[in-house]
């Protein structure tokens, strides 16, 4: 802080300290030739992974980046050197008797696969080691 003065006579001066502290955590607060300046603190920490802000109460803050884009068909991560990644879930379930897809707002879904093969001569089914099997069926009604 500077002092500020006042003279009295040529002989007689009172110095005042200026008070330039503005209670503010979020500025830097100091004194340029009598007059108050509030500079901004940087709250950048530099990290990635982090939401940086200032409180005025208790200074900077810097909140933990959840890196969520509410899309259930991505996993969300923060890498602290390149920020926030999203990887696509993998909602193969190994099961050759499913479809698997991904719905944004819903995640993996796997539907049963329809073995159908329009063949009214076969017995369509699903195996869940090798997939689909059409196994023949005897379609002969005995007229010719």
Same mark, same amino acid.
Request: glycine content about 6%; some cysteine; hydrophobic content about 15%.
């Given at each position: 802080?500077?002092? $500020? +003065?006042?003279?009295?006579?040529?002989?007689?001066?009172?110095? !005042?300290?200026?008070?330039?502290?503005?209670?503010? $955590?979020?500025?830097?607060?100091?004194?340029?030739?009598?007059?108050?300046?509030?500079?901004?603190?940087?709250?950048?920490? +530099? /990290?990635?992974? !982090?939401? #940086?802000?200032?409180?005025?109460? /208790?200074?900077?803050?810097?909140?933990?980046?959840?890196?969520? #884009?509410?899309?259930?068909? @991505?996993?969300?991560?923060?890498?602290?050197? !390149?920020?926030?990644?999203? !990887?696509?879930?993998?909602? #193969?379930?190994?099961?050759?008797? @499913?479809?698997?897809?991904?719905?944004?707002?819903? +995640? =993996?879904?796997?539907?049963?696969?329809?073995?159908? #093969? %329009?063949? %009214?001569? @076969?017995?369509?089914?699903?195996? $869940?080691?090798? +997939? =689909? @099997?059409? %196994? %023949?069926?005897?379609?002969?009604?005995?007229? $010719?």
């Amino acid at each position: 802080d500077k002092v $500020a +003065g006042n003279c009295y006579s040529s002989r007689f001066c009172v110095h !005042t300290q200026i008070d330039c502290d503005d209670g503010d $955590a979020c500025t830097t607060d100091s004194c340029d030739n009598g007059v108050c300046k509030h500079d901004l603190v940087d709250c950048d920490d +530099g /990290v990635s992974c !982090t939401v #940086d802000s200032c409180h005025a109460k /208790v200074g900077c803050q810097h909140a933990i980046d959840s890196c969520c #884009d509410d899309n259930y068909c @991505t996993l969300d991560v923060c890498d602290p050197e !390149t920020g926030c990644q999203h !990887t696509d879930n993998d909602c #193969d379930d190994y099961n050759p008797c @499913t479809d698997d897809e991904c719905v944004p707002s819903k +995640g =993996c879904i796997h539907k049963a696969t329809c073995c159908c #093969d %329009e063949n %009214e001569c @076969t017995v369509d089914e699903c195996d $869940a080691e090798i +997939g =689909c @099997t059409h %196994e %023949e069926i005897d379609c002969d009604d005995g007229n $010719a």
